[in-house]
């Protein structure tokens, strides 16, 4: 009985430590400028050059550069997709308007 439990608890842990190793990082860094189009609590829309609206979720480890940005700002901002696929942001550029 102390065999088998120790054999299982063993391949457990192999598997475990294996799923680690084989997992690829989910997090992806990215740059986008735009225009910020709209804005909803902690969230922005921003307009980017070739017409597509990206939606980017501010959170309370967002660097802001100056302000927050407002309607009609360009932007740039840098952002990391997390676990959940949302565009977290890590610092926001204001270009300008």
Same mark, same amino acid.
């Given at each position: 009985?102390? %065999?088998?439990?120790? +054999?299982? &608890? /063993?391949?457990?842990?192999? /598997?475990?430590? +294996?799923? !680690?190793?084989?997992? #690829?990082? &989910?997090? *992806?860094?990215?740059? +986008?400028d735009? %225009?910020? $189009?709209? =804005? *909803? !609590? /902690? $969230?922005?829309?921003? %307009? ?7 939606? +980017?979720? &501010?959170?309370? @480890? ?6 927050? #940005?407002? !309607?009609?700002d360009? $932007?740039?901002?840098? !952002?990391? @997709?997390? @676990? ?5 942001? =890590?610092? $926001? =550029?204001? &270009?300008?308007?």
């Amino acid at each position: 009985m102390r %065999k088998r439990t120790i +054999f299982i &608890l /063993s391949v457990v842990g192999v /598997s475990i430590i +294996f799923s !680690f190793l084989t997992t #690829p990082a &989910l997090a *992806e860094h990215g740059v +986008f400028d735009g %225009k910020v $189009v709209g =804005t *909803e !609590f /902690s $969230v922005i829309q921003v %307009k980017g050059d070739n017409g597509r609206v990206s939606v +980017f979720w &501010l959170g309370h @480890k967002t660097h802001l550069d100056s302000r927050v #940005p407002f !309607f009609g700002d360009r $932007v740039r901002i840098e !952002f990391i @997709k997390d @676990k959940l696929g949302r565009n977290a942001v =890590t610092r $926001v =550029t204001i &270009l300008g308007r």
